[in-house]
């Protein structure tokens, strides 16, 4: 449960990317994958194993309450003088002539069957009332981690949606940028032709359509992996390319948050009852100084011949037991558990500061996102119009090509840098909403 999802802003995909033509293609919402991931997303399926774990953790303790019942079967021969004697006696059949002291001395080969029902009954453990207290409070901890676990995958869904989102606008600059280069290196290509311009001016024209074709190259691979990080997020074996049934949008409505961290997050309830849990532990600990009650009871049958029960005889009792001292092994065990609460206990306190922390760094970043977007939008709206003008004085042979050139690739530049400044802002979003939830 400790540190931060910081993993979660890891992504897995990048800027560039585009449909490939040999895949279908499948039109999906977000809620598509959101309403997978509880019953097929690999983490989420854990996390629950592992809080279904903890609650069978919780049965073993019961133990401290209900009694153990044993049976067992017993065959054996033999000449000892004593076991042949009580052996006797246990079946019930001595007789006058068994006191016989060579008899006594030298028995003859006694056969014996014995079968116990065994029954013990803890009264009084004091530490295993603590320790069921410590598996009860762990167990709501891993159900509280599984739970943040959840909300964890469905930001990473949320995520990964909208960098499949942001692959797609990528694909619509980069083909509006390919299409502007073959217009270049056509008008390139005409103007020399009628001795415009030079050589150099047509080469540098079709290196730079080289150069976006290339982009356009890498982009249909990364486009690819998105959709196939989207299917092993909902373990979807479908043989297609997801494709976002609406485009990546700025939103800047107002976010609904508190000022400050709340308690009742599910990590921080879950850091706080492991910590609880060790305190308990250490109550145990402490408690096996202690002593223990338990009654017993045993109801014996036995017999010369197998399965057979002629006598019969019980014993019960309470025992009372007090370990006082074992070499120093529960003082160390009582020393150990407390440091180890001290650490769960500092570690809870320092997960509630430091997720107060990135949370007022997040509400930061949000602010510095949102004047990127309009930063952005801004230098977009500048590039167009130096683009058309010089779009326009070139044809008018005004301009020279490497000047249309780098104009053109500066506006494609914006306009990506202006998708991935919606993109980092939306997401910042969403994870100041995973912080507060």
Same mark, same amino acid.
């Given at each position: 449960m400790?540190?931060?999802?910081r993993?979660?802003?890891?992504g897995p995909c990048?800027?560039?990317?585009t449909i490939?033509?040999?895949q279908?293609?499948l039109?999906?919402?977000?809620?598509y994958f959101?309403s997978?991931?509880?019953?097929?997303?690999w983490?989420?399926?854990?996390?629950?194993k592992e809080?279904?774990a903890?609650?069978?953790?919780?049965?073993?303790?019961?133990a401290?309450f209900?009694?153990?019942v044993?049976?067992?079967y017993?065959a054996m021969?033999?000449?000892n003088?004593l076991?042949a004697?009580?052996s006797k006696?246990?079946?019930s059949?001595?007789?006058s002539?068994?006191f016989n002291?060579?008899?006594l001395n030298d028995p003859?080969r006694t056969?014996?069957?014995?079968?116990?029902?065994?029954?013990l009954?803890?009264?009084?453990n004091?530490?295993g009332?603590?320790?069921?207290s410590?598996a009860?409070?762990?167990? &709501?901890?891993? $159900?509280?981690? *599984? !739970?943040?676990?959840f909300?964890?995958?469905q930001l990473?869904?949320?995520k990964a949606?909208m /960098?499949?989102?942001l692959?797609?606008?990528?694909?619509?600059?980069l &083909?509006?940028? $390919?299409?502007? *280069? !073959?217009?270049?290196?056509?008008?390139?290509?005409d103007?020399?032709?009628?001795?415009?311009i /030079?050589k150099p001016d047509l080469l540098?024209a079709?290196?730079y359509?080289?150069?976006?074709e290339?982009k356009?190259e890498?982009a249909?691979?990364q486009l690819i992996?998105c959709?196939?990080?989207l299917?092993?997020l909902v373990?979807?074996?479908l043989?297609?390319i997801y494709v976002?049934?609406?485009?990546l949008t700025?939103?800047?409505?107002e976010?609904d948050?508190?000022p400050t961290?709340?308690?009742?997050?599910?990590?921080?309830?879950?850091?706080?009852?492991?910590a609880?849990a060790m305190?308990?532990?250490?109550?145990a600990?402490?408690?096996?100084?202690?002593?223990?009650?338990n009654?017993?009871g045993?109801?014996?049958?036995?017999d010369d011949e197998i399965?057979q029960?002629?006598a019969?005889?019980?014993?019960?009792g309470?025992?009372?037991s007090?370990?006082?001292?074992?070499?120093?092994q529960s003082?160390?065990q009582n020393?150990?558990?407390?440091?180890?609460?001290e650490?769960a206990?500092?570690e809870?306190?320092q997960y509630?500061s430091?997720?107060?922390?990135?949370?007022e760094?997040?509400?930061?970043?949000?602010?510095?996102?949102?004047?990127?977007v309009a930063?952005q939008?801004?230098a977009?709206q500048?590039?167009?119009?130096?683009?058309?003008?010089?779009k326009?004085?070139?044809?008018e042979g005004?301009?020279?090509?490497?000047?249309?050139?780098i104009t053109e690739a500066?506006l494609f530049?914006?306009?990506?840098?202006y998708?991935q400044?919606?993109?980092?802002y939306?997401?910042?979003r969403?994870?100041?909403?995973?912080l507060?939830?």
């Open positions: 400790h540190r931060t999802y993993w979660l802003l890891l990048f800027l560039f990317a490939a033509s040999a279908d293609s039109e999906v919402t977000n809620e959101l997978k991931i509880s019953e097929s997303n983490q989420v399926i854990l996390s629950q809080a279904a903890a609650q069978a953790g919780v049965k073993q303790t019961n401290v209900l009694p153990q044993g049976l067992s017993t021969t033999t000449t003088p076991m004697f009580g006696l246990n079946q059949i001595l007789t002539a068994d002291p060579d008899l003859e056969d014996n069957f014995a079968t116990e029902i065994e029954v009954q803890p009264l009084i004091v530490d009332f603590y320790q069921r410590a009860k409070q762990k167990t &709501e901890a891993m $159900k509280l981690k *599984a !739970e943040r676990t909300e964890g995958i990473e869904t949320k949606y /960098q499949l989102q692959a797609y606008e990528a694909v619509n600059v &083909e509006r940028a $390919k299409d502007a *280069a !073959e217009a270049s290196v056509k008008m390139a290509q103007f020399f032709d009628v001795g415009f /030079q540098e079709q290196v359509l080289a150069d976006v290339n356009m890498k249909q691979s992996y959709s196939d990080y299917k092993f373990r979807d074996t043989d297609v976002p049934n609406e485009p700025f939103e800047d409505a976010l948050y508190n961290m709340s308690t009742s997050r599910a990590d921080i309830q879950a850091m706080n009852l492991s609880e305190k308990n532990m250490h109550q600990s402490k408690s096996s100084f202690l002593p223990r009650v009654a017993f045993r109801y014996q049958m036995y399965f029960a002629d019969t005889g019980y014993l019960v309470v025992q009372l007090w370990k006082l001292f074992n070499g120093y003082l160390g020393e150990k558990s407390r440091l180890q609460y650490v206990k500092t809870a306190d509630v430091t997720s107060q922390l990135e949370f760094q997040q509400v930061r970043n949000l602010a510095v996102a949102r004047g990127n930063n939008e801004l977009v500048q590039y167009r119009e130096a683009y058309s003008i010089r326009d004085r070139y044809e005004l301009e020279k090509t490497s000047d249309l050139l500066q530049q914006k306009e990506m840098a998708l400044a919606v993109f980092e939306q997401l910042t969403e994870y100041i909403n995973f507060t939830e």
